[in-house]
């Protein structure tokens, strides 16, 4: 039987950790830090993001859906991200797979879901 993505990434704690380092690349990386770096003196703010990403990435990934967040137009309208905001992210994303030792296969398939989300965020 073939495992989920979200088996292939650690479950809830492998995905926790994903979005956790990916955060740390986010307030790292140049291009995007200015969107990021608010966050940290908002702790109670930053949690909850973080919260609604991993509950996101968990239910698109095959995990249970308790996602109660925003729909990604609704959460990003405002934000108006450009097309190279996003693939600095995308790539940030990318470290983090990395550094979690996520198999090919498995960062292909993560790439279809950021992939497949670009036109919800990118200009709203």
Do not use: C
């Amino acid at each position: 039987m073939t495992k989920t993505l979200f088996e292939r990434l650690g479950g809830r704690e492998g995905i926790s950790t994903i979005v956790d380092d990916t955060v740390e690349n986010h307030m790292n990386n140049t291009a995007v830090n200015a969107r990021f770096l608010p966050l940290k003196e908002q702790p109670e703010r930053l949690a909850i993001i973080k919260n609604h990403t991993i509950d996101f990435f968990v239910a698109g990934s095959g995990g249970p859906n308790n996602y109660k967040g925003k729909d990604m137009v609704t959460a990003h309208t405002g934000m108006n991200i450009s097309p190279t905001e996003y693939m600095h992210v995308m790539d940030d994303i990318f470290m983090a797979l990395d550094k979690n030792k996520i198999d090919e296969d498995s960062k292909k398939d993560v790439l279809a879901i950021l992939w497949s989300l670009k036109g919800m965020m990118i200009r709203k």
